[in-house]
T-cell receptor, first 115, second 115 residues
Framework: GAVVSQHPSRVICKSGTSVKIECRSL??????MFWYRQFPKKSLMLMAT?????????EQGVEKDKFLINHASLTLSTLTVTSAHPEDSSFYIC???????????FGPGTRLTVT | AQSVTQPDIHITVSEGASLELRCNYS??????LFWYVQSPGQGLQLLLK??????LVQGIKGFEAEFKRSQSSFNLRKPSVHWSDAAEYFC?????????????FGTGTRLKVLA
């Protein structure tokens, strides 16, 4: 149980375009989803927290207009990187959790490369 | 501010040797503590967690960790390392109320296993 998927696993896009990453909880309803960014050989940096049906809460220093997060249902959250630039290239990981729990379940990650 | 410190960036051990990965946290209240493992290009897999109760926690793959409040530590141990244990290990502390909690990750320890 508690499986989280991400799609796509890898994506390459041109500079200036937008790319959407999906995060799905496959066997449970996730009231909260989290988006992390991981730079090469670095730790995970929390970007934002989203609760189903409400606006995401972004961490300090994360551009809301660049990283659009939607959590429209209890099983799906999306992260859209708008007007991507090479510096946005990174490994993006989502996680999902329950409002009543302190445990997060992580997706396999999405490798974004902006050329 | 809350923080998690993993003092060792890299650790190399021989296969069959014992392992201890250090984790220290700074958090005012009783923390929820986690250890995750990440293989290259993959997401995070939960090894074990501590919420309350017995301070010695058993996890998957033969790992255990001990919560020591007096030392603000949650060190991960394994009595005999296998070559497949080579990976990146992250300690994390969860903070906040359920539903609004966040994880703070340490910087990670990269484990190399010599045959």
């Amino acid at each position: 149980g508690a499986v989280v998927s991400q799609h796509p696993s890898r994506v390459i896009c041109k500079s200036g375009t937008s790319v959407k990453i999906e995060c799905r909880s496959l066997d449970f309803q996730a009231t909260t989803m989290f988006w992390y960014r991981q730079f090469p050989k670095k730790s995970l940096m929390l970007m934002a927290t989203s609760n189903e049906g409400s606006k995401a809460t972004y961490e300090q220093g994360v551009e809301k207009d660049k990283f659009l997060i939607n959590h429209a249902s209890l099983t799906l959250s999306t992260l859209t990187v708008t007007s991507a630039h090479p510096e946005d290239s990174s490994f993006y990981i989502c996680s999902a959790g329950l409002r009543s729990s302190y445990e997060q379940y992580f997706g396999p990650g999405t490798r974004l490369t902006v050329t | 501010a809350q923080s998690v410190t993993q003092p060792d960036i890299h650790i190399t051990v021989s296969e069959g040797a014992s392992l201890e990965l250090r984790c220290n946290y700074s958090y005012g209240a009783t923390p929820y503590l986690f250890w995750y493992v990440q293989s290259p290009g993959q997401g995070l897999q939960l090894l074990l967690k501590y919420f309350s109760g017995d301070t010695l926690v058993q996890g998957i793959k033969g790992f255990e960790a001990e919560f020591k409040r007096s030392q603000s530590s949650f060190n991960l141990r394994k009595p005999s390392v296998h070559w497949s244990d080579a990976a990146e290990y992250f300690c994390a502390v969860g903070k906040g109320a359920s539903g609004t909690y966040k994880y703070i990750f340490g910087t990670g320890t990269r484990l190399k296993v010599l045959a």
